[in-house]
């Protein structure tokens, strides 16, 4: 398996622009994560997705962000506008949905806004 | 609710040497107890996991034992390489709960020649 597939590994737009993210889990897989990643907030989620419904989006941190999943395939995390503050790495992660199993991380992509 | 406390790093040491990084728990319910390492420019993967009390999860050469009587779950490394450098990060997951995991902070380790 190709692992979990993130796209576009790197982004720098400017303030005020869409931005979109783009994640492919791995197949079989039935949750999915979004996480944000900052040297001052460490690693936090932002939304989580089992069988493709939206679970708990309690760190979305506001509704600049949005997120969708309209397959078990593939899903998006949007932020609009985007502001400098949202620089940062993204990472998707997905996982067969049980406590004990493992999460399987994306490469990341790491969004600058200027 | 859920928490994991790590050891603030950066954890600093030379080659060989014996690594230690702490990490305790707090959980509404029965855990899965996970470390997970992070390389410079990479997504974090698993290193080794325990499910269950007393359980040891091993991994090249890292190893973790599940202690439930005082909610531990430290890494520790006889013998550290300068490839070893990356941020680590212990995380839990409750059975039964909605399985989002909590993570800790992280604790970067360095290694030196």
């Known amino acids: 398996d190709a692992g979990v597939i993130q796209s576009p590994r790197h982004e720098v737009t400017e303030m005020g622009q869409e931005v979109t993210l783009r994640c492919k889990p791995i197949?079989?897989?039935?949750?999915l994560f979004w996480y944000r990643q900052t040297m001052m907030r460490g690693l936090e989620l932002l939304i989580y997705?089992?069988?493709?419904?939206?679970?708990?989006d309690s760190g979305m941190p506001e509704d600049r962000f949005s997120a969708k999943m309209p397959n078990a395939s593939f899903s998006t995390l949007k932020i609009q506008p985007s502001e400098p503050r949202d620089s940062a790495v993204y990472f998707c992660?997905?996982?067969?949905?049980?406590?004990?199993?493992?999460?399987?991380f994306g490469p990341g992509t790491r969004l600058l806004v200027l | 609710g859920n928490s994991v406390t790590q050891m603030e790093g950066p954890v600093t040491l030379s080659e060989e040497a014996f690594l230690t990084i702490n990490c305790t728990y707090t959980?509404?319910?029965?855990?899965?107890l996970f470390w997970y390492v992070q390389y410079p420019g990479e997504g974090l993967q698993l290193l080794l996991k325990?499910?269950?009390?007393?359980d040891k999860g091993s991994n090249k050469g890292f190893e973790a034992t599940y202690r439930k009587e005082t909610t531990s779950f430290h890494l520790e490394k006889g013998s550290v390489q300068v490839s070893d450098s990356a941020v680590y990060f212990c995380?839990?997951?409750?059975?039964?709960?909605?399985?989002?995991?909590?993570f800790g902070r992280g604790t970067s380790l360095i290694v030196h020649p």
């Open positions: 325990a499910t269950k009390a007393d």
């Open positions: 959980a509404t319910g029965y855990p899965s």
């Open positions: 995380a839990l997951s409750v059975k039964g709960g909605s399985y989002i995991p909590t």
């Open positions: 197949s079989g897989h039935n949750s």
């Open positions: 992660a997905s996982s067969l949905g049980t406590a004990g199993e493992t999460q399987y």
């Open positions: 997705f089992n069988n493709n419904v939206p679970i708990d």
